[in-house]
């Protein structure tokens, strides 16, 4: 079982850290660990050579962020990631956010980004980690407009647009608000499970407002097959087994 989509760089680790990995290595066949601000690049280089072929990374700038990142820290960042991209397995999150960026200018900012991180995925060769949150019209837009191939929606919920990324051959990746939402039940139900993943985007969205971590996937994966009325094992399988392909993993064991 592979968490797709999580944030172990996030503070609310700082004091255990390590811990949550080990335990991660008992249950789990990898983690994808999501760098979205330059600031976190460091320490997330430091886990991938700490625990290599357990822990891999995607990087990119999360659209929230697009006030405060300068021209030249961008920039920087984007040399820096061509520096390292033997580090990477891809690149993302990178999209859209209108919940937290309302101002017209600052969108279309974000539109300008979305753009960069799509040709440097391409440049790279490294599949898109996409988050689209009250904007994944305009997201898909764009990835239509730029031929993006290699997609996979983080935590996608606009279930009205879903034959979009059916028909786009892109993958989404499914959280644990689908253990509550019966937008996402249904959207998990029409999604082929050939093109799902499991992810926690941890720290977030754990029960009772806790902290969450990976091992969360584990009640993903078993509503999942509730959903599809498959066994929980296979879920586990194809999903782990899209993860790999879709990242080109070289995890143990597989």
């Known amino acids: 079982m592979i968490d797709a989509h999580c944030h172990i760089e996030q503070p609310d680790y700082n004091k255990d850290r390590d811990q949550v990995i080990e335990k991660c290595k008992q249950n789990l066949d990898a983690i994808i660990t999501c760098c979205a601000h330059p600031d976190d690049f460091n320490l997330t280089t430091q886990m991938t050579d700490k625990y290599k072929n357990f822990v891999f990374t995607t990087f990119s700038i999360h659209p929230i962020y697009i006030k405060e990142i300068t021209a030249k820290e961008k920039d920087e960042f984007f040399n820096l990631l061509l520096e390292n991209k033997d580090k990477i397995s891809g690149i993302g999150e990178t999209g859209l956010d209108y919940a937290h960026v309302k101002e017209d200018v600052w969108r279309q900012k ?12 391409k440049e790279l060769k490294k599949p898109l980690v996409v988050h689209s949150r009250d904007a994944t019209e305009d997201a898909i837009k764009i990835l239509e407009q730029e031929d993006a191939k290699n997609v996979l929606m983080h935590l996608f919920g606009a279930r009205h647009l879903l034959k979009r990324v059916i028909d786009n051959a892109w993958q989404i990746s499914v959280g644990p608000i689908v253990q509550r939402s019966k937008n996402h039940k249904k959207l998990t139900r029409d999604m082929p499970i050939e093109k799902i993943m499991l992810e926690t985007d941890s720290p977030w969205f754990g029960l009772e407002g806790k902290r969450n971590d990976p091992t969360a996937v584990i009640g993903v994966a078993n509503r999942i097959a509730e959903i599809k009325k498959l066994p929980v094992e296979k879920v586990d399988k194809i999903t782990t087994e899209n993860a790999i392909k879709f990242f080109d993993l070289k995890i143990e064991n597989k």
């Open 110 to 121: 974000q539109k300008e980004l979305f753009i960069e991180f799509i040709s440097l995925a």
